[in-house]
């Protein structure tokens, strides 16, 4: 097994028509560079409202290819697909459509790596109770990678729980539903999983469940302040993860230059506000 280290991002929200966020991607990805990883994972919603405008998907993939890092890896978010079809209160869900759009500019919506030693997996846990033929498919690949002689990696946007994995609210989209949570997580009992990151909700948050390390990364676009309820920190940034041998340890980055831009007021008042900012056209002043 040999020293390495991968850096995630997260939660780019990137577009041409809503270009908010462009100046914090190139100081994340200029400090990415300066770090010199093996591998680069970016954990979901890499567009601003792929689901609805797919130039916001190629937009996406222009400046993520623009990232230098010898290996680039890339699970969706909701705001690249949309929410599997049997979560409740989505804006948007998947279909095979918005999917093949996907796959079209990114490639593979779920995978496994392995480097160093290590077998990294990813996930696209909007295939989760989707009814979609790539679900078989996707928990199939799932079984089967896990099969390693030796430590794993898992990567997804969604986290699979807030705080412990008996919660019960099915009617969140903020994790896994409980369902496909309990069926991955026995998964990954089964298997010698080290740490799950994840995104989606634009904190810094770390705990341990059943021996395994369950780490969210901070968005490089913006954060909520307000939402204590989620616990860890509202802040802009991203992860490095340095593996020596079979252990590994995940460090927070700030860099100076960054924006700390906070998007509490979108929280207010409708709760598809997100999204009826995405239909209107970004215009300059």
């Given amino acids: ?39 680069v994972v970016i ?16 937009v996406a993939a222009a400046q993520i290819a623009r990232l230098g890092a010898p290996l680039v890896r890339v699970v969706p978010g909701n705001h690249d ?11 948007q869900s998947t279909t095979p459509a918005r999917r093949q759009a996907y796959l079209d500019r990114f490639g593979p ?4 790596v392995d480097h160093g030693g290590w077998r990294f997996v990813g996930l696209n846990p909007f295939l989760f109770e989707s009814g979609l033929e790539a679900e078989a498919e996707q928990r199939a690949m799932t079984a089967e990678a896990l099969a390693h002689d030796g430590p794993v990696g898992v990567f997804t946007h969604v986290p699979f729980f807030l705080n412990r994995p008996d919660e019960d609210d099915a009617a969140t989209t903020a994790t896994v539903a409980p ?3 309990a069926d991955y997580l026995a998964l990954f009992r089964g298997a010698d999983v080290r740490f799950v990151a994840s995104g989606h909700l634009h904190r810094d948050k770390r705990l341990i469940s059943d021996g395994v390390a369950h780490i969210w990364a901070p968005s490089t676009a913006f954060m909520f302040t307000g939402r204590d309820e989620l616990g860890g920190a509202p802040l802009v940034g991203f ?7 079979d252990r590994v340890s995940a460090t927070t980055h700030e860099p100076r230059d960054l924006l700390n831009i906070d998007l509490r007021n979108w929280l207010k008042g ?8 995405a239909e209107q056209p970004f215009r300059r002043p």
């Fill in 1 to 39: 097994m040999t020293d390495f280290r991968v850096v995630v991002l997260s939660d780019t929200h990137l577009s041409a028509s809503h270009p908010f966020f462009f100046h914090n991607f190139d100081v994340v990805r200029e400090a990415t560079e300066a770090l010199a990883p093996d591998m």
């Fill in 43 to 58: 954990t979901g919603d890499l567009a601003f409202n792929g689901p609805d405008a797919p130039e916001d998907l190629d």
């Fill in 81 to 91: 697909l949309g929410y599997s079809p049997a979560a409740a209160d989505q804006e």
């Fill in 109 to 112: 919506d779920f995978w496994s």
């Fill in 179 to 181: 369902g496909p949570r």
């Fill in 239 to 245: 992860l490095e993860l340095r593996f020596s041998g």
């Fill in 270 to 277: 409708d709760d598809d506000r997100y999204f009826r900012i």
